[in-house]
């Protein structure tokens, strides 16, 4: 049997339409998803596999995606190195966020078949249920992205802590991003082993750091990552939120694909990362716009792209959760409907 569309895509072969998927397809836009967390928390989601099979399969009840995305978070394999974190309304929280060397050192390497096996468990469920040719992607946290939630203790605006962290425990940071990246290579190399076709690292902060600052504490443990994937022959894509001033350098990291946030054309992605393929790059506000409006800018992305091989349409970042779902059906329509002109 051939391969899935979107991993022939991800590979630059010739296609016979752009495939898509969403970033956050299951989630709470859906009010199958509200009704499942209704009834269980989000982690009880995550760690129970038939709940994570169920709510990463109702998107593709309505929608003709090319490509599953496990339901999961990046902090579950966080979680499992020895640090407790909740989601509450306001996002996730650590109670004891890293700032000290001690509390590096405590922190562990998990083998994810003991600590996390649900992960794994919910892989082949999904492989099992999932609709004949429609692959599964997994996908981690990258190491520096996963730093600035242990230490910041959540989201955060100006990455402050981060920032005092790195400067003022230069050896404890190296070590929290040496295990943290050994920590993401085991987590998608279990995902890669019990199913999925492609996997995606998800490095959304990596773009606060200055380019100099960035090639010493995100982009080597990155590359990491994806150095140890390279032996299963899966592809490897990598996003950054806001990647234009870094472009190139995450080119490096080894990752066959970048996917790209809606602030950078996607003619300049190709200009200057010739040889990745590409995915994105909708700008997620746009879900909210008057039907035209969005259909016009999903036609803006296809044709940016320009014809080249190698593309995989999305957002450029998560739909939101006031997203209207009618929209969603507008987007894939448009997508569909596309002929790539070469
Ligand atoms: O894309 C998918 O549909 C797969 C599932 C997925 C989730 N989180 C589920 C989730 C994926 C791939 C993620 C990745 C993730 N998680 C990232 C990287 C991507 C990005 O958005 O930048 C980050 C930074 C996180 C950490 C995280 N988890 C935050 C900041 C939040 C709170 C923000 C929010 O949307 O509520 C979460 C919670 C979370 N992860 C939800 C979902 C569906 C919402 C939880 C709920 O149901 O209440």
């Known amino acids: 049997m051939s391969d899935p569309l979107i991993v022939r895509a991800l590979r630059g072969e010739p296609v016979e339409r752009t495939p ?11 009010p199958e998803y509200r009704e499942v967390r209704s009834r269980h928390s989000f982690l009880e ?47 996730p929280h650590f109670r004891s966020p890293i700032r000290s060397r001690e509390q590096v050192n405590a922190l562990r ?29 997994g996908f981690a946290g990258a190491p520096f992205t996963l730093l600035t939630y242990l230490v910041e203790g959540g989201g955060s605006k100006d990455f402050a802590e981060t920032k005092r962290f790195l400067t003022h425990e230069p050896e404890a940071a190296t070590t929290l991003l040496d295990k943290l990246a050994r920590t993401v290579a085991k987590s998608l190399e279990a995902q890669i082993r019990a199913g999925c076709c492609a996997v995606q690292l998800f490095d959304t902060w990596a773009s606060v750091l200055s380019p100099a600052d960035y090639e010493r504490y995100a982009l080597p443990y990155a590359r990491a990552v994806f150095t140890h994937l390279a032996a299963l022959r899966v592809p490897r894509l990598y996003y950054v939120n806001g990647i234009a001033g870094i472009l190139e350098r995450a080119a490096e990291t080894g990752a ?52 080249r091989l190698g593309h995989v349409f999305n957002l450029g970042h998560g739909i939101f959760p006031s997203a209207p779902v009618e929209a969603v059906q507008w987007m894939v329509d448009e997508v569909r409907r596309f002929e790539p002109r070469r």
């Open 20 to 30: 898509i998927w969403m970033m956050r397809q299951a989630g709470r836009y859906l």
């Open 45 to 91: 989601v995550c760690k129970r596999p038939e709940l994570a099979a169920e709510v990463t399969l109702q998107p593709l009840r309505r929608f003709a995606f090319d490509a599953a995305i496990l339901f999961s978070d990046i902090l579950i394999p966080v979680e499992a190195m020895g640090a407790p974190v909740e989601f509450g309304d306001g996002g």
């Open 109 to 137: 390497v998990p083998e994810p078949a003991e600590s996390m096996p649900f992960v794994a468990e919910a892989v082949r469920t999904l492989v099992r249920e999932l609709p004949a040719g429609i692959p599964l992607l």
């Open 256 to 307: 066959d694909a970048l996917s790209v946030d809606w602030r950078i054309g996607l003619a300049d992605v190709r200009a200057r990362a010739p040889r990745l393929a590409v995915q994105g790059n909708l700008d997620p506000h746009w879900l909210l716009a008057p039907e035209p409006v969005l259909r016009e800018r999903v036609r803006d992305v296809l044709h940016s792209n320009g014809g």
